[in-house]
């Protein structure tokens, strides 16, 4: 009958979607993490006897992760509009060491609005942050003062490091590196907590402060930020993370050195070895060794002129120097193992392949607007520790009436 309802919809926590909270939340949960919705179809038939279309588990993680990010939109604002200086959040119990870390990625989207199909496909940046409580221990000396095996290893490094030719590195190197000895020199991850977003940088800064915060980690016994050299990265850092130690990521910055190795060597033995030299040094936390070797390099070649290539040594040196000058303070690895803090953005990248697991591939397209936005919420809230999207499910309101509800067609009989 028209216009009634059943009175107890709200505390059921049923709303206009004709779906129980339980079946909700194991749809909304195979969308999480299943590589597509028709799949996440398959697996609530097969696994749940549960029969809902993709196209239908599209609209409910849409409607849900939307939910996600209006109420974390909501606590942001609250966290902001506290009068200044803002009191820190005090943690639930102390905090060894807080970490936090953001990195960028991509993800292809498309036109919304535009009707079935796909309309102005392109890539779109997304940016992803990770925060980690971690367990840390200090010590009296650095406590792994030479470069790892691995690093030192060129065939581990063959999948990191372009244009590596293992054929033409001294096998003796190549072949006999002694296996290092584990140790717990290495910060250990207790718990973490993710989030992603196709929001700039600013917007995106803002939501990483509100959710440290909520974590208590200003108020952390230790705090660090681990990020790669894009500058936006730090600026968020300066503007809301002050208090952290800034540490470039140590990958990223071998990177940089393994490719200016080649462009002031003459083949690959050399440039490898130049390499290794360079990484222990680096390791050490000797950057400004390197620099200086750079600017000899550089007045050997001479100054890059402005209209050569990007390719031209001249100019890859140049930028070399320029990207350790920008970085060298935060580079300073032998104190950071020392005082117990990460040196490698690791976990970072590991969840970014996470969550590009679900997002990412050259046949998905995310709408610009709330499914795109949605679909990272709803992910990152997945690969959260703190159950966060459980809890969202659980606790979201009821609706007393259901909107969506069909209206009987008049019968031919009635009809005028």
């Given at each position: 009958?028209?216009?009634?309802?059943?009175?107890?919809?709200?505390?059921?926590?049923?709303?206009?979607?004709?779906?129980?909270?339980?079946?909700?939340?194991?749809?909304?949960?195979?969308?999480?993490?299943?590589?597509?919705?028709?799949?996440?179809?398959?697996?609530?038939?097969?696994?749940?006897?549960?029969?809902?279309?993709?196209?239908?588990?599209?609209?409910?993680?849409?409607?849900?992760?939307?939910?996600?990010?209006?109420?974390?939109?909501?606590?942001?604002?609250?966290?902001?509009?506290?009068?200044?200086?803002?009191?820190?959040?005090?943690?639930?119990?102390?905090?060894?060491?807080?970490?936090?870390?953001?990195?960028?990625?991509?993800?292809?989207?498309?036109?919304?609005?535009?009707?079935?199909?796909?309309?102005?496909?392109?890539?779109?940046?997304?940016?992803?942050?990770?925060?980690?409580?971690?367990?840390?221990?200090?010590?009296?000396?650095?406590?792994?003062?030479?470069?790892?095996?691995?690093?030192?290893?060129?065939?581990?490094?063959?999948?990191?490091?372009?244009?590596?030719?293992?054929?033409?590195?001294a096998g003796p190197e190549a072949n006999q590196l002694a296996e290092e000895t584990p140790s717990n020199w290495r910060p250990e991850v207790l718990y973490r907590t993710c989030l992603s977003s196709l929001a700039d940088s600013e917007a995106f800064g803002r939501m990483m402060a509100c959710e440290a915060d909520s974590r208590?980690?200003?108020?952390?016994?230790?705090?660090?930020?681990?990020?790669?050299?894009?500058?936006?990265?730090?600026?968020?850092?300066?503007?809301?993370?002050?208090?952290?130690?800034?540490?470039?990521?140590?990958?990223?910055?071998?990177?940089?050195?393994?490719?200016?190795?080649?462009?002031?060597?003459?083949?690959?033995?050399?440039?490898?070895?130049?390499?290794?030299r360079w990484s222990e040094v680096c390791w050490q936390g000797q950057i400004l060794d390197v620099i200086t070797e750079l600017r000899t390099h550089q007045q050997r070649l001479g100054e890059p002129p402005p209209d050569c290539d990007a390719t031209d040594s001249r100019r890859v040196v140049a930028k070399a120097i320029g990207?350790?000058?920008?970085?060298?303070?935060?580079?300073?690895?032998?104190?950071?193992?020392?005082?117990?803090?990460?040196?490698?953005?690791?976990?970072?990248?590991?969840?970014?392949?996470?969550?590009?697991?679900?997002?990412?591939?050259?046949?998905?397209?995310?709408?610009?607007?709330?499914?795109?936005?949605?679909?990272?919420?709803?992910?990152?809230?997945?690969?959260?520790?703190?159950?966060?999207?459980?809890?969202?499910?659980?606790?979201?309101?009821?609706?007393?009436?259901?909107?969506?509800?069909?209206?009987?067609?008049?019968?031919?009989?009635?009809?005028?």
């Amino acid at each position: 009958m028209i216009g009634i309802f059943f009175p107890q919809r709200v505390a059921l926590k049923l709303d206009g979607c004709s779906y129980s909270p339980q079946v909700l939340k194991k749809a909304i949960t195979v969308s999480s993490h299943a590589p597509s919705f028709l799949l996440g179809s398959k697996l609530l038939s097969v696994v749940g006897g549960i029969k809902i279309s993709g196209r239908q588990l599209n609209k409910l993680t849409t409607r849900i992760g939307s939910e996600i990010v209006a109420a974390q939109g909501v606590r942001r604002a609250a966290y902001f509009d506290q009068p200044l200086p803002r009191k820190p959040q005090e943690p639930a119990t102390p905090i060894s060491l807080a970490v936090v870390s953001n990195d960028g990625g991509m993800m292809q989207t498309r036109r919304a609005g535009g009707g079935r199909g796909v309309h102005d496909p392109h890539w779109r940046e997304t940016k992803n942050a990770l925060f980690l409580r971690m367990n840390s221990i200090s010590f009296d000396a650095d406590p792994h003062p030479h470069l790892p095996a691995c690093f030192a290893d060129p065939r581990q490094m063959k999948t990191l490091l372009a244009g590596i030719n293992t054929e033409s590195i001294a096998g003796p190197e190549a072949n006999q590196l002694a296996e290092e000895t584990p140790s717990n020199w290495r910060p250990e991850v207790l718990y973490r907590t993710c989030l992603s977003s196709l929001a700039d940088s600013e917007a995106f800064g803002r939501m990483m402060a509100c959710e440290a915060d909520s974590r208590g980690f200003y108020c952390a016994r230790k705090q660090a930020y681990v990020a790669d050299g894009l500058p936006y990265n730090w600026t968020i850092q300066k503007r809301y993370f002050p208090s952290f130690v800034p540490i470039l990521d140590f990958v990223h910055a071998i990177e940089h050195l393994y490719v200016a190795a080649r462009h002031v060597t003459e083949d690959d033995a050399s440039a490898w070895q130049l390499f290794r030299r360079w990484s222990e040094v680096c390791w050490q936390g000797q950057i400004l060794d390197v620099i200086t070797e750079l600017r000899t390099h550089q007045q050997r070649l001479g100054e890059p002129p402005p209209d050569c290539d990007a390719t031209d040594s001249r100019r890859v040196v140049a930028k070399a120097i320029g990207y350790f000058e920008t970085n060298a303070s935060r580079m300073k690895y032998a104190e950071y193992r020392q005082a117990g803090l990460p040196t490698t953005s690791a976990h970072m990248e590991s969840f970014v392949k996470e969550l590009n697991y679900r997002v990412k591939s050259t046949e998905k397209f995310w709408n610009d607007g709330p499914s795109g936005e949605a679909i990272l919420a709803i992910r990152s809230a997945a690969l959260s520790d703190d159950n966060r999207l459980n809890s969202h499910l659980c606790n979201r309101p009821g609706q007393p009436f259901r909107p969506n509800i069909k209206q009987p067609k008049p019968s031919l009989a009635n009809a005028s």
